[in-house]
């Protein structure tokens, strides 16, 4: 099979729209949590999110305008719009805009969401409702679909390679490098500007994931401590927003045409739970099964990896199951490894968790600094590994995992590694 | 300009992103205003809000310039 590289990264997070912003905040131990301002949270039990901090586009604020002109704004959901700036930003850090028609079929798109639209779905149904079907917007199906990221960006780019998606919850963005680096390792496309995005910060989507008593209801009045993968008084996630993009491309190809490479993909595993559509399987055996396919498939074993980043959401049962099967994946490796979750800084950006922490891993390789588990003031359980509590720590990084599992016990892990 | 074709005009430049001096009367919505069959569906429902009247899809279909929009207009506004 084809060798497959990451030679692009674009990032729109809780902690700044872009790359470097989110980067240097994470390094630095900031959270992205805050109470709840644009919507009545008044009855909610969770009222505290990690919202992409909106503004004029300086000093890492995101601006819609930046990246989707204001009438196709109107069109669609903010996971579109976040996955047209994460996609800009990585197509212009690979310094890839194909024009000949042989390149524009070479690269194809595989954005994947967990959700889609889920405000433009709650405020149109209130139309319907009230106003009936002929007020409804001839622009709601279209700016809902979650592939439509997927095909808005291809449109403003012109790539005429595959036009994929994903929905596998909140291991999407994991899934969409994964499967996207293998239509490139199969030969189906050169290049793949894959990853996942998510906007479902309202108020149905508070309600239906509190409802699911899965957020954290504890830390309405200090939401900044809400987030606390592996600490004791973790009561559940923050939800985030967001969007992570990745460039993907063949290496010979990236070779030739001289383009920076960050790190190769290669390991890719996928695992299901067949055992509860939202709790983990309690032996993570599922977890477990995803990494080991990881590692089988790169060619390594626990002992080669250096840093794991962590599904970690901060639920009460989530973060121990992981753990176990980290610790079980690891064995006596375990005291060598240092395995962070950056939830507790972003929150939980559902679809698009698994890329902007895939993005995560492959920046730790590149600066051999790991991102910290802020709020990890006391752990749980006992481990051998280091969780990084609070700041960030510099260490070699060679190797980096990323791991992945969402509702419907789906559950994906990919491996990335330093190109020397 | 009318008075209502003044807010056909605002009307067009706000979903079609436009500069106001394309919004001529011989506009075609969708041959000089950049508009697909969706935007002119959309633009339809807008004004119908705007004039509180109801555009039936017969009708709509015979809507295709900003001149056309305004004399149909004139003859149903009803606010």
Redesign the interface.
């Given at each position: 099979m084809r060798r497959v590289v990451v030679t692009g990264l674009g990032m729109v997070t809780p902690l700044g729209c872009g790359v470097d912003a989110t980067w240097t905040r994470i390094l630095a131990g900031q959270s992205g949590a805050k109470k709840i301002d644009t919507f009545d949270v008044s009855d909610l039990p969770s009222q505290v999110a990690c919202p992409v901090p909106r503004g004029d586009g300086s000093d890492g604020t995101f601006n819609a305008d930046q990246w989707m002109?204001?009438?196709?704004q109107r069109k669609v959901d903010d996971f579109i719009i976040f996955a047209m700036g994460a996609a800009k930003q990585a197509l212009d850090d690979a310094n890839w805009h194909p024009q000949t028609e042989e390149d524009k079929c070479a690269t194809g798109t595989l954005i994947g969401s967990g959700i889609g639209g889920l405000s433009g779905i709650a405020d149109t149904a209130i139309v319907l409702k009230e106003r009936g079907p002929?007020?409804v917007?001839?622009?709601f199906i279209?700016g809902r679909l979650i592939n439509l990221a997927s095909g808005y960006v291809s449109i403003e780019h012109g790539l005429k390679g595959p036009n994929h998606s994903v929905v596998t919850a909140c291991s999407t963005g994991a899934h969409a490098i994964g499967d996207g680096a293998r239509l490139i390792a199969l030969g189906d496309a050169d290049v793949m500007v894959a990853g996942g995005t998510e906007s479902p910060i309202c108020r149905i989507g508070m309600a239906g994931f509190c409802a699911a008593r899965a957020l954290s209801t504890g830390f309405n009045e200090t939401p900044q401590k809400a987030s606390r993968p592996y600490d004791k008084d973790r009561d559940g996630f923050v939800m985030g927003e967001g969007a992570g993009i990745v460039v993907l491309e063949e290496y010979e190809h990236a070779k030739k045409r001289g383009a920076k490479i960050y790190a190769e993909v290669i390991g890719y595993g996928l695992s299901g739970d067949a055992y509860h559509i939202t709790s983990p399987s309690p032996d993570g055996d599922g977890g477990f099964r995803s990494m080991s396919a990881a590692l089988k498939r790169a060619g390594l074993t626990a002992a080669d990896l250096d840093y794991i980043n962590a599904h970690g959401t901060s639920t009460q049962v989530g973060d121990e199951i992981e753990l176990g099967a980290v610790e079980r994946l690891l064995g006596n490796a375990a005291s060598k490894v240092s395995m962070s979750s950056t939830k507790s800084a972003t929150g939980h950006l559902l679809g698009a968790a698994g890329a902007i922490e895939a993005i995560f891993a492959i920046l730790a390789i590149r600066d051999n600094v790991v991102p910290p588990t802020i709020n990890l003031d006391n752990p749980s359980v006992q481990t051998a590994i280091d969780l990084v509590p609070h700041t960030s720590r510099k260490r070699d990084v060679n190797v980096a995992l990323s791991n992945s599992f969402g509702f419907g016990g789906t559950n994906a892990s990919v491996i990335v590694r330093r190109v020397t | 300009m009318s008075e209502i074709g003044e807010r056909v005009k605002k009307i067009v430049v706000e979903h079609l992103g436009v500069e106001p001096e394309k919004v001529v009367d011989s506009a075609s919505f969708i041959d000089d205003l950049g508009a697909d069959s969706l935007d002119t569906v959309e633009l339809v429902m807008a004004f119908e809000e705007e004039f509180g009247c109801e555009i039936p899809d017969d009708a709509a279909e015979t809507i295709l310039t900003v001149g056309d929009a305004t004399k149909f207009l004139e003859k149903n506004a009803k606010s």
């Amino acid at each position: 099979m084809r060798r497959v590289v990451v030679t692009g990264l674009g990032m729109v997070t809780p902690l700044g729209c872009g790359v470097d912003a989110t980067w240097t905040r994470i390094l630095a131990g900031q959270s992205g949590a805050k109470k709840i301002d644009t919507f009545d949270v008044s009855d909610l039990p969770s009222q505290v999110a990690c919202p992409v901090p909106r503004g004029d586009g300086s000093d890492g604020t995101f601006n819609a305008d930046q990246w989707m002109e204001p009438k196709d704004q109107r069109k669609v959901d903010d996971f579109i719009i976040f996955a047209m700036g994460a996609a800009k930003q990585a197509l212009d850090d690979a310094n890839w805009h194909p024009q000949t028609e042989e390149d524009k079929c070479a690269t194809g798109t595989l954005i994947g969401s967990g959700i889609g639209g889920l405000s433009g779905i709650a405020d149109t149904a209130i139309v319907l409702k009230e106003r009936g079907p002929r007020k409804v917007s001839p622009f709601f199906i279209p700016g809902r679909l979650i592939n439509l990221a997927s095909g808005y960006v291809s449109i403003e780019h012109g790539l005429k390679g595959p036009n994929h998606s994903v929905v596998t919850a909140c291991s999407t963005g994991a899934h969409a490098i994964g499967d996207g680096a293998r239509l490139i390792a199969l030969g189906d496309a050169d290049v793949m500007v894959a990853g996942g995005t998510e906007s479902p910060i309202c108020r149905i989507g508070m309600a239906g994931f509190c409802a699911a008593r899965a957020l954290s209801t504890g830390f309405n009045e200090t939401p900044q401590k809400a987030s606390r993968p592996y600490d004791k008084d973790r009561d559940g996630f923050v939800m985030g927003e967001g969007a992570g993009i990745v460039v993907l491309e063949e290496y010979e190809h990236a070779k030739k045409r001289g383009a920076k490479i960050y790190a190769e993909v290669i390991g890719y595993g996928l695992s299901g739970d067949a055992y509860h559509i939202t709790s983990p399987s309690p032996d993570g055996d599922g977890g477990f099964r995803s990494m080991s396919a990881a590692l089988k498939r790169a060619g390594l074993t626990a002992a080669d990896l250096d840093y794991i980043n962590a599904h970690g959401t901060s639920t009460q049962v989530g973060d121990e199951i992981e753990l176990g099967a980290v610790e079980r994946l690891l064995g006596n490796a375990a005291s060598k490894v240092s395995m962070s979750s950056t939830k507790s800084a972003t929150g939980h950006l559902l679809g698009a968790a698994g890329a902007i922490e895939a993005i995560f891993a492959i920046l730790a390789i590149r600066d051999n600094v790991v991102p910290p588990t802020i709020n990890l003031d006391n752990p749980s359980v006992q481990t051998a590994i280091d969780l990084v509590p609070h700041t960030s720590r510099k260490r070699d990084v060679n190797v980096a995992l990323s791991n992945s599992f969402g509702f419907g016990g789906t559950n994906a892990s990919v491996i990335v590694r330093r190109v020397t | 300009m009318s008075e209502i074709g003044e807010r056909v005009k605002k009307i067009v430049v706000e979903h079609l992103g436009v500069e106001p001096e394309k919004v001529v009367d011989s506009a075609s919505f969708i041959d000089d205003l950049g508009a697909d069959s969706l935007d002119t569906v959309e633009l339809v429902m807008a004004f119908e809000e705007e004039f509180g009247c109801e555009i039936p899809d017969d009708a709509a279909e015979t809507i295709l310039t900003v001149g056309d929009a305004t004399k149909f207009l004139e003859k149903n506004a009803k606010s």
